[in-house]
């Protein structure tokens, strides 16, 4: 198969939420020497960018999208696994630890803002639902992330996005880290008030202000 074909492969294995010919397709693809990186933003995160929208027109649904992110995670698996890790750091777009906030076990929201930052090419930690805020802390500063991004889906557990940053600045590490927070009954009021960096409440928009906000920090 030529290299455009390929990639075509690996967009439609997403669209049509088929693991196995994502599979299949990234297999051939490192067979014929293609570059993972480009199969993974030309090909799978293409086919991402198609479901995203579709959920955003509200043509496509939760488990369609939760389905090609799983074709997708599968595939860059594959893509990925003769990579050094010095290989995949360079090629990130940036390390994100995301969670559902500590009391809250809703995590469908969080789960799609996951799939998105890692079609976007985000290297993606999901700590879970219901995360103590002290452990959000530790990993955070484990896997030196670049964004700490939590989810609260309740009005009750919102003060644990408040508590994170207030933690982080009890140990003087606030400025190492962009925090994003969102959540049915979170709003950019609440983030601007408790310090946080950003919200969104779509999960293409949280991608796109990642990216932002990524670029500002690196380029002060």
């Not at 198609?50 to 995670?73: Q, Y």
């Not at 050094?84 to 500590?102: F, L, M, Y």
């Not at 799939?115 to 500063?141: I, S």
Request: hydrophobic residues 45%; glycine residues 6%; aromatic residues 4%.
């Amino acid at each position: 198969m030529t290299k455009e074909e390929v990639l075509a492969k690996l967009k439609e294995s997403i669209t049509e939420m088929d693991i196995d010919l994502a599979v299949e397709t990234a297999k051939e693809a490192l067979e014929i020497g293609l570059d993972p990186l480009e199969c993974i933003s030309d090909g799978l995160s293409a086919g991402m960018q198609v479901m995203s929208d579709l959920f955003d027109e509200g043509e496509a649904f939760v488990p369609e999208l939760l389905m090609s992110s799983e074709a997708f995670e599968a595939a860059v698996k594959v893509l990925t696994s003769r990579m050094t890790e010095e290989q995949k750091n360079n090629a990130s777009s940036g390390t994100v630890v995301i969670h559902t906030v500590q009391g809250d076990i809703h995590d469908i929201g969080k789960n799609i803002v996951k799939t998105m930052f890692a079609a976007n090419n985000f290297t993606v930690y999901d700590l879970g639902r219901d995360v103590q805020v002290e452990l959000v802390v530790e990993k955070a500063k484990e896997y030196k992330a670049d964004i700490i991004c939590g989810s609260a889906l309740m009005t009750t557990t919102m003060p644990a996005q408040r508590d994170i940053i207030n933690l982080l600045k009890e140990e003087g590490i606030r400025e190492n880290f962009i925090v994003m927070y969102g959540g049915a009954p979170v709003s950019q009021a609440w983030c601007d008030k408790i310090g946080a960096d950003g919200y969104t409440d779509t999960a293409t928009e949280a991608v796109v202000l990642a990216k932002e906000l990524i670029a500002k920090k690196r380029s002060a």
